[in-house]
């Protein structure tokens, strides 16, 4: 069973910065994709950051230059370095991982690579 724990979350004032941890039980991450996504009060859930196996890395525009996500394969564990940080980046922040066909649940199709494991969430919230 595959399991996603997120780390991290908290509170900062905007132009701070926080990093996110996700540790991955049940999953191999040497195969397949990785990614964090966040999801605002009334906003549908959006990609911030997703990563290949080959460590190819993929942002948002909206945090392109800003955030850099990682992952240890030995350590089974994700992270996102999240600098600079604006009030509009304040939201849930969830850790996923791809899944070759969604089987229920929620699935997220970015870029053709399907995300259908998801971790519990961890708040970020920037102030002004």
């Known amino acids: 069973q595959v399991q996603l724990v997120e780390s991290g979350g908290g509170s900062v004032q905007a132009g701070g910065s926080l990093r996110l941890s996700c540790a991955a039980s049940g999953y191999t991450y040497s195969t397949y994709s990785m990614g964090w996504f966040r999801q605002a009060p009334g906003k549908e859930r959006e990609g911030v950051a997703k990563i290949r196996s080959d460590g190819t890395a993929t942002y948002a525009d909206s945090v392109k230059g800003r955030f850099t996500i990682s992952q240890d394969n030995a350590k089974n564990t994700l992270d996102l370095q999240m600098n600079s940080l604006k009030p509009e980046d304040t939201a849930m922040y969830y850790c996923?991982?791809?899944?070759?066909?969604?089987?229920?649940?929620?699935?997220?199709?970015?870029?053709?690579?399907?995300?259908?494991?998801w971790g519990q969430g961890t708040q970020v919230t920037v102030s002004s």
């Open positions: 996923a991982a791809e899944r070759t066909l969604c089987r229920g649940g929620y699935c997220y199709n970015w870029g053709g690579v399907l995300f259908n494991y």
